[in-house]
């Protein structure tokens, strides 16, 4: 099976009826970006910088960033990297920001991703300044993290306005076109994707808390994992709903949480619409096969007909009724 697969390396994603999906790595270590390679990523859909700060005893300064963004980009050869901002609280704490906040009781719902960088500036404007320098080296898109209201996105593109005015000023290059998105991984956000994708470049699903926060299970209590269902009916209506907004506004949208490399999903993502998925680079070959062996427009009409009775309808006979399709 492995050798089956590493024969798919230089094959293109594209489905047997012709409909192109790119296939895009995570990264959580600039070092990763050989792994994304060797599998055939086509960029990086979803860098997290929160390794940046755990690996470090201090805050990574502005020139940190930087030196970090370029390795990565240096070694993708001209392919994108989306570079999300930084995502700290939860399962991921730096003792050195942790000391200055109060002991959350539900850290899930508390202070965490962009709202902890709102809240302290100190920390988020080095990481935007670099990430807009690093455009100038390659194709960078810059991500957004846990996004509930349309105010922390008018806030965030109002600072990198302010970035771009000081680095010009500072006589500091960047691409003033650098596309910038949110990840939809809040219910709210979800709701509203419309608008936010009126405001936006792209969006990305994160449905790993997207799962969380919907079905009221917290991603590290093993004792709710058995209700971690990413077929849960109110998990494909979002999804549905994400993904028709996002096209209504004719914005780019991609998956970036694990549902995206899991092979078991792939069918039930493409007839949903998705053409983007990013995923651990070790998942990459195992999507693609299943990509070439599927007919999309197939997958999409018997998609839309599940949809009729979505809430009754089992997850496996769900799968097992997408998997006729090829047949
Ligand atoms: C997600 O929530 O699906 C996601 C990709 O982000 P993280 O797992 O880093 O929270
Ligand atoms: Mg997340």
Redesign the pocket.
Known sequence: QREILRRLIREPSISRDGVPVVLLA?LELSEDVRAAQENGASGVG?Y?T?FLYLNHDHLPDEEEHLANYLAIIAGLDGLPLTI?TL?LG?D?HVKYIADTLPALTNPALGLR?IRLCLRHPELFVPQLRAILRASAAGPVRLMI??ISTLAEVETVLQMLHTARRSLRRDGLGFDPLMPIGA?I?VPAAALMAETLARRLDFL?????????YTLAID?MDDSVSYLYEPLHPAILRLLRGIIEAAARSRTRVS?????AGDVRYTRVLLGLGLREL?MQPGSLLAVKNVVRACDISYLKYTMETLFCDIDELPPQQLLDQLAAVDQ
């Open positions: 995570n979803l997290r929160e999300r995502d939860l991921k991703a993290p846990m990840m991984e990305s699903i994160g449905t790993n808390d997207l799962i969380q991603r998956m970036c949480g694990e549902m990013s």
